[in-house]
């Protein structure tokens, strides 16, 4: 049996030394080897925050970059809906008997449209559409 | 230290490092609210929730710095009351000086402002400017603002102390006082006839700079004579003067606080 150890186990042991001399030093002790080494250990700890910071911020910027093409590809989507085959009769109808039917829909919305109050024949065909996106008639009113 | 609001931790987590990089229609849509542009009378935005899923509705005739705090505004209310929610926001709800209170409209608008402007952003950038109308217009270019939504933000966390003085012709329509100006501290409700307000309601004259007057001329107290700020109005429509008060000398508000 060899009693050469493995080149991994020989880099362990040589990461746990550096380790522990690393946590048996003072911070002064480490501050004056940074410097050593480094030049101004605060402007290489400054620098070294800033790289992470700007992988970080890349990071969530691909995520609104991501959002972003979902969205413009949704709305490029969105136009070759089929158009719903519904008179605003029909309609507001829906629309009122959801609202009859739905207590947690907040009252100013139920108000606003039991009433009518402002809301042109256009304004209830768009509520009617969203409603209806959002999968309110979806028990087979729709 | 104290905590981040809300609006700054929510931004940051988009990665976002300069307000060009706002873009609300994406992160509505991250947050599972889909925008629609369309003609709406009944109200000038509208959202419509359902579970995580909601459609926020504009109207798209207003000009673009209100469509977009309209859009803030709808998205604020998504942020606050997820689920299951329907709002109609009228014109009037609408506004960094639409309702006020404790109504779900006047938090929403708190929140649009904050999102449009958050403080992160807006700090460094009004960092030292002067609250004049000029740094108003350079900022409410970078984050795509009126200038009454950005002036209010750079009073209330501007680096210097301020007020924000709105005048129609019956007189002093509403104001607001920076942090660092004493509660003590009204504006006059009729217009001095030195003051520049006049002159741009009055008198006509529609290009003004920033001036120093006579403190008795802006604000309501006994010693205001024995101090100076300065004043710089604007006309926001045919009739109505902006004016932003700047204690660029800030002994007034030393002493009274001595």
């Known amino acids: 049996m060899s009693n050469q150890k493995s080149p991994k186990k020989t880099l362990d042991n040589l990461v746990e030394l550096l380790c522990d001399e690393a946590m048996a030093a003072s911070d002064a002790d480490i501050v004056a080897e940074a410097t050593a080494y480094h030049g101004d250990a605060k402007t290489h700890v400054s620098k070294l925050r800033a790289m992470a910071e700007e992988r970080i911020a890349m990071h969530r910027k691909k995520r609104l970059f991501e959002a972003r093409q979902k969205l413009d590809a949704a709305s490029s989507a969105e136009g070759s809906n089929a158009l719903v085959n519904r008179t605003l009769s029909e309609m507001k109808d829906l629309v009122l008997n959801l609202l009859k039917k739905r207590d947690d829909l907040p009252q100013r919305l139920t108000m ?29 009113e729709k | 230290m104290p905590s981040q609001p809300f609006a700054d931790r929510f931004l940051q987590e988009y990665g976002i490092t300069h307000p060009s990089e706002i873009d609300l229609e994406a992160i509505a849509y991250d947050k599972g609210a889909y925008v629609r542009y369309r003609l709406l009378d009944g109200c000038e935005a509208r959202i419509v929730g359902k579970g995580n ?16 705090f309209s859009l803030a505004h709808e998205l604020a209310h998504w942020l606050l009351d997820r689920g299951s929610i329907g709002f109609l926001c009228k014109q009037s709800d609408i506004g960094a000086r639409g309702a006020v209170g404790n109504s779900a409209e006047a938090a929403a608008n708190a929140l649009a402002a904050q999102l449009l402007m958050p403080g992160y952003l807006f700090k460094p950038l009004s960092r030292k400017k002067p609250l004049t109308f000029d740094t108003v217009s350079e900022l409410s270019k970078l984050f795509r603002t009126s200038n009454t939504t950005t002036v209010l933000r750079l009073v209330e966390i501007g680096d210097y102390p301020g007020m924000v003085v709105c005048f129609g012709p019956n007189g002093r329509q509403w104001f607001h006082r920076g942090q660092d100006v004493p509660e003590e501290f009204w504006p006059i409700r009729d217009l001095d006839e030195d003051s520049q307000a006049f002159e741009l309601l009055y008198g006509g004259d529609h290009a003004t700079r920033p001036k120093k007057i006579g403190a008795e001329a802006w604000i309501d107290r006994r010693d205001a004579h024995q101090y100076t700020l300065t004043e710089h109005s604007i006309m926001i429509a045919d009739d109505v003067v902006l004016t932003l008060l700047w204690w660029q000398d800030e002994k007034q508000i030393r002493d009274f606080n001595s």
């Not at chain 2, 899923?53 to 000009?63: E, M, T, Y």
């Open chain 1, 112 to 140: 606003a449209a039991r009433s009518g109050e402002s809301m042109s024949d256009e304004d209830w065909a768009s509520l009617y559409d969203d409603l209806s996106d959002l999968g309110f008639f979806d028990g087979g």
């Open chain 2, 53 to 68: 899923q909601a459609i926020i509705s504009i109207d798209p005739r207003p000009i673009p710095t209100r469509k977009r």
